[in-house]
């Protein structure tokens, strides 16, 4: 093999990896989710204490549990439906935001403001004693 043959197998290889990459991108672009979501988060755990406070919230499980300044709780997907940007809770604004492109989502995860264009997955919560149940 001499060096012009080998430089063109290896832009073959790049160019299907990078086209992989981007496939694989626009199909995370649909906004699905796990639909299975079932999980329960003991509140007297040191791990789950930003959920104590009003305005606080976690990541856990590719879910985002909030707890609004009115202290209900609140869970959705927790990856922008963009580009799979783990989203923040904004509770002083009652919102979710994308912190890579600004993509912003209601406290029930519809879109408010793009780049995304699908919302994100909600999911119920149900509190009992010092349990967090989170689920589809």
């Keep these: 093999m001499d060096r012009k043959e080998f430089l063109g197998l290896l832009g073959i290889?790049?160019?299907g990896a990078v086209a992989m990459t981007c496939l694989g991108g626009c199909a995370k672009e649909s906004g699905?989710?796990?639909?299975?979501?079932?999980?329960?988060?003991d509140l007297t755990d040191a791990a789950n204490a930003k959920l104590t406070q009003n305005g606080g919230s976690?990541?856990?499980?590719?879910v985002i549990i909030g707890?609004?300044?009115a202290g209900a709780y609140i869970a959705v997907a927790a990856a922008c439906t963009h580009q799979q940007?783990?989203?923040?809770?904004?509770?002083?604004s009652k919102r979710f935001f994308c912190p890579n492109h600004g993509a912003t989502?209601?406290?029930?995860?519809?879109?408010t403001g793009g780049p995304a264009t699908s919302a994100l997955t909600q999911y119920n919560?149900?509190?009992?004693?010092?349990?967090l149940r989170i689920f589809s």
């Design 13 to 15: 290889s790049v160019g």
């Design 58 to 62: 976690l990541v856990k499980n590719g």
């Design 85 to 92: 940007t783990i989203v923040q809770y904004q509770s002083g």
């Design 105 to 111: 989502f209601s406290e029930t995860g519809s879109v």
């Design 32 to 41: 699905v989710s796990a639909s299975n979501v079932d999980f329960t988060l």
């Design 125 to 131: 919560t149900q509190l009992v004693g010092n349990s």
């Design 67 to 69: 707890k609004t300044t």
